[in-house]
């Protein structure tokens, strides 16, 4: 139960720093692309993972996901505006879940990593798509990318 208070409390702390890190000056985007997966980090060392390099690279990994621009893959539907669609929701969940991929190569099962990516993505199109005070949007996204790291260990 405790884990369970300090992974949800980390998540809360997740969500925060990504949007402050999406809100502009005075704040930067590093709140977010060095905040959430320090805190990721934090968290999959309370679910009982030691420092390895597959859980280092695995932050690295989600760190690049969260500067990543996705609109980019706007192009490849059709679209030629700059707007996020639920597909570019989907797609920066997808690969904030994919980050993990290493940590299959400990004891992570493919079925808990796969679920997690793509359940990460879908929650994060939902939450995004039905959201629309963006303090709260935003904010969910960081809470998901974290809390959601528990599926890891089914």
């Known amino acids: 139960m405790i884990n369970f208070i300090i992974i949800f409390a980390a998540?809360?702390?997740?969500?925060?720093l990504y949007r402050?890190?999406?809100?502009?000056k005075p704040w930067d985007t590093k709140y977010r692309d060095l905040g959430v997966p320090v805190i990721a980090l934090?968290?999959?060392?309370?679910?009982?993972?030691?420092?390895s390099w597959q859980l280092i690279l695995?932050?690295?990994?989600?760190?690049?996901?969260?500067?990543?621009?996705?609109?980019?893959?706007?192009?490849?539907f059709g679209d030629t505006d700059e707007n996020c669609?639920?597909?570019?929701?989907?797609?920066?969940?997808?690969?904030?879940?994919?980050?993990?991929?290493?940590?299959?190569l400990l004891d992570v099962s493919i079925y808990a990593f796969l679920t997690r990516a793509?359940?990460?993505g879908l929650l994060t199109m939902w939450s995004s798509e039905m959201i629309s005070?963006?303090?709260?949007e935003e904010g969910s996204r960081g809470f998901l990318i974290v809390f959601t790291l528990g599926l890891l260990v089914l």
């Open 11 to 16: 998540s809360l702390v997740a969500g925060v």
């Open 20 to 24: 402050l890190g999406g809100i502009g």
């Open 42 to 51: 934090g968290v999959m060392l309370v679910l009982g993972y030691s420092i």
């Open 58 to 76: 695995s932050t690295i990994l989600l760190f690049a996901s969260l500067t990543t621009y996705w609109k980019k893959i706007n192009k490849f």
């Open 85 to 104: 669609h639920y597909y570019n929701w989907f797609v920066h969940g997808l690969i904030c879940g994919l980050a993990y991929l290493p940590m299959i």
């Open 118 to 120: 793509i359940g990460l």
């Open 133 to 136: 005070e963006v303090t709260w």
